[in-house]
C-alpha cells in the first residue's frame, strides 16, 4: 500500500511538470509578455513663422539717371507679395542751361561758331541740355509685388502717373543774314510757365528683409517722361516723350 502510494505521487509530480512546461510553451507563442515597458517619444515642434499682416508702410529712395531725384512713397502692404501706394519726388537736372530771361535766343551761323553779342551752340559747350528749370516733380500711384516669402527676394516695382515741370515753347525762326557774320539760323526757346506731362516707371530688383520688419531694396529699369528737355545741338527733339534708364535704391519701414 505505501508503495502504491509512493507511485501515485511521484506520477502526480511528473504530470505537473509536464503540464506546467506546455502550459508555459503556450504562453510564449502567443505573444504574450508579462513584462511591461514604457516608450518615450519626442516630437520636434516646428515654430511658425508669423505672417505679414496688413499695414501701413513708409518708403524712401532715391533715382540716379539723367537727374538725381528722391521720392517718398506711403502705401499699404498686403501680406508678402503685394504693395500698393502713392507718392510724390523731387528732380534735379543736372547740367541743365539756366535761362536770365523769358526768352533763349540761339543762333546757328553757317560760317562761325562763335559770335560776339549773339548765342550760338558753342557757348553752351558745358550744358547738355535745354530746360526752363532745374527742378520737376513727379506724383504717382505704386505698386510693387514680391515673389517669394525668403529674406531676399526679387520683386518688380511700376509707378504711373504726372510730372511737373517748367514749360517752354519751341520756335525755328529760320534763316537770316548778319553784315558782319554772314548768314544765320536762328531757334527761339520761351518759358510758358507750369505743365504736367505723364511720367511712368518700371523697376526690377532685389528686396532685402531686415529684422525690424523693414526692407532695403535695389533696382533699375526704364522712365518714361511725356515731353523731354532739347539737347542743345538737336534743338527740337526734346518734344518729343522721354525714355531713360535709371537705378532706385530704397528703403521701407
Given at each position: 500500500?505505501?508503495?502504491?502510494?509512493?507511485?501515485?505521487?511521484?506520477?502526480?509530480?511528473?504530470?505537473?511538470?509536464?503540464?506546467?512546461?506546455?502550459?508555459?510553451?503556450?504562453?510564449?507563442?502567443?505573444?504574450?509578455?508579462?513584462?511591461?515597458?514604457?516608450?518615450?517619444?519626442?516630437?520636434?515642434?516646428?515654430?511658425?513663422?508669423?505672417?505679414?499682416?496688413?499695414?501701413?508702410?513708409?518708403?524712401?529712395?532715391?533715382?540716379?539717371?539723367?537727374?538725381?531725384?528722391?521720392?517718398?512713397?506711403?502705401?499699404?502692404?498686403?501680406?508678402?507679395?503685394?504693395?500698393?501706394?502713392?507718392?510724390?519726388?523731387?528732380?534735379?537736372?543736372?547740367?541743365?542751361?539756366?535761362?536770365?530771361?523769358?526768352?533763349?535766343?540761339?543762333?546757328?551761323?553757317?560760317?562761325?561758331?562763335?559770335?560776339?553779342?549773339?548765342?550760338?551752340?558753342?557757348?553752351?559747350?558745358?550744358?547738355?541740355?535745354i530746360y526752363p528749370s532745374r527742378i520737376s516733380a513727379p506724383v504717382y500711384l505704386h505698386m510693387k509685388f514680391r515673389f517669394l516669402k525668403t529674406k531676399v527676394s526679387p520683386y518688380l516695382a511700376v509707378s504711373g502717373g504726372m510730372l511737373l515741370q517748367g514749360n517752354y515753347e519751341y520756335d525755328e525762326r529760320g534763316k537770316d543774314y548778319d553784315?558782319?557774320?554772314?548768314?544765320?539760323?536762328?531757334?527761339?526757346?520761351?518759358?510758358a510757365g507750369i505743365e504736367a506731362v505723364y511720367y511712368a516707371e518700371a523697376m526690377v530688383g532685389i528686396d532685402l528683409r531686415l529684422k525690424n520688419e523693414s526692407n532695403l531694396y535695389l533696382g533699375l529699369g526704364p522712365i518714361w517722361a511725356g515731353k523731354g528737355p532739347v539737347e542743345i545741338h538737336s534743338y527740337g527733339a526734346g518734344i518729343d516723350p522721354l525714355a531713360i534708364g535709371g537705378f532706385k535704391l530704397g528703403y521701407s519701414f
Open positions: 500500500m505505501i508503495i502504491l502510494m509512493k507511485r501515485i505521487f511521484i506520477f502526480t509530480i511528473v504530470a505537473a511538470a509536464f503540464l506546467l512546461s506546455d502550459v508555459t510553451a503556450a504562453f510564449a507563442q502567443s505573444g504574450v509578455v508579462t513584462s511591461s515597458s514604457m516608450i518615450v517619444t519626442r516630437t520636434k515642434i516646428k515654430k511658425e513663422r508669423k505672417p505679414i499682416e496688413i499695414r501701413w508702410q513708409n518708403s524712401i529712395d532715391v533715382t540716379v539717371s539723367d537727374y538725381g531725384q528722391i521720392s517718398y512713397t506711403g502705401g499699404w502692404r498686403f501680406g508678402n507679395f503685394l504693395y500698393l501706394g502713392f507718392g510724390a519726388g523731387v528732380q534735379v537736372h543736372y547740367k541743365v542751361m539756366p535761362w536770365d530771361g523769358d526768352e533763349l535766343v540761339i543762333k546757328n551761323f553757317a560760317d562761325h561758331e562763335s559770335v560776339e553779342g549773339h548765342h550760338t551752340p558753342e557757348d553752351y559747350g558745358e550744358y547738355d541740355l553784315s558782319d557774320y554772314g548768314s544765320y539760323t536762328s531757334y527761339a526757346f520761351t518759358k
